[in-house]
T-cell receptor
Framework: GAGVSQSPRYKVTKRGQDVALRCDPI?????LYWYRQALGQGPEFLTY????????KSGLPNDRFSAERPEGSISTLTIQRTEQRDSAMYRC???????????FGQGTRLTVV | QKEVEQNSGPLSVPEGAIASLNCTYS??????FFWYRQYSGKSPELIMS????GDKEDGRFTAQLNKASQYVSLLIRDSQPSDSATYLC??????????FGTGTRLQVFP
């Protein structure tokens, strides 16, 4: 596709349920980043991949959060046993090799009720 | 020290004035710096990238980088109400971890 695609755009889930958020990066982009953004704040780093390798997951809040990118393209961020505090906008960005410009998808608005 | 610091604002400027937005960063090894614009309810949009010390101009926007002082700034000339948004600076920390500041909210009033 032409841009980074995230799905679903909106997700409402009950507390305790697992959710999976998907990111399809720009074709050819080797780096993929996950962020969480609260209202009025900048994107907070969660984790990133180069190709299929998860390079840094230091931003994942706890072990309920995990991410994978098994074939070096589409990535899934999974949150297990969701809690209300997980409610946020989750954003994905991708970039070509070489520490260059990254482009964002439209985000997934997660609401845990 | 935070990895990147920005004044949250709001920064209010009259239409036609120059808006100056600043950002300081902690990683002396960083080589790539970016400014993103984010309208309310939208995704961050890349507007400028800068890799070398000095100024880089693109239309009404000028990015300035000073690696010795570890700051990067964005100047917006002839500010328009449509420039009202949150501006985020970003850089690669520890080589390839892209992190963002908290953003500065800019308000341009007619």
């Amino acid at each position: 596709g032409a841009g980074v695609s995230q799905s679903p755009r909106y997700k409402v889930t009950k507390r305790g349920q697992d959710v999976a958020l998907r990111c399809d990066p720009i074709s050819g982009h080797v780096s993929l980043y996950w962020y969480r953004q609260a209202l009025g704040q900048g994107p907070e780093f969660l984790t990133y991949f180069n190709y299929e390798a998860q390079q840094d997951k230091s931003g994942l809040p706890n072990d309920r959060f995990s991410a994978e990118r098994p074939e070096g393209s589409i990535s899934t961020l999974t949150i297990q046993r969701t809690e209300q505090r997980d409610s946020a906008m989750y954003r994905c960005a991708s970039s070509p090799p070489g520490n260059t410009e990254a482009f964002f998808g439209q985000g997934t608005r997660l609401t845990v009720v | 020290q935070k990895e990147v610091e920005q004044n949250s604002g709001p920064l209010s400027v009259p239409e036609g004035a120059i808006a100056s937005l600043n950002c300081t960063y902690s990683d002396r090894g960083s080589q790539s710096f970016f400014w993103y614009r984010q309208y309310s309810g939208k995704s961050p949009e890349l507007i400028m990238s800068i890799y070398s010390n000095g100024d880089k101009e693109d239309g009404r926007f000028t990015a300035q980088l000073n690696k010795a002082s570890q700051y990067v700034s964005l100047l917006i000339r002839d500010s328009q109400p449509s420039d009202s948004a949150t501006y985020l600076c970003a850089f690669y920390y520890n080589t390839d971890k892209l992190i963002f500041g908290t953003g500065t909210r800019l308000q341009v009033f007619p």
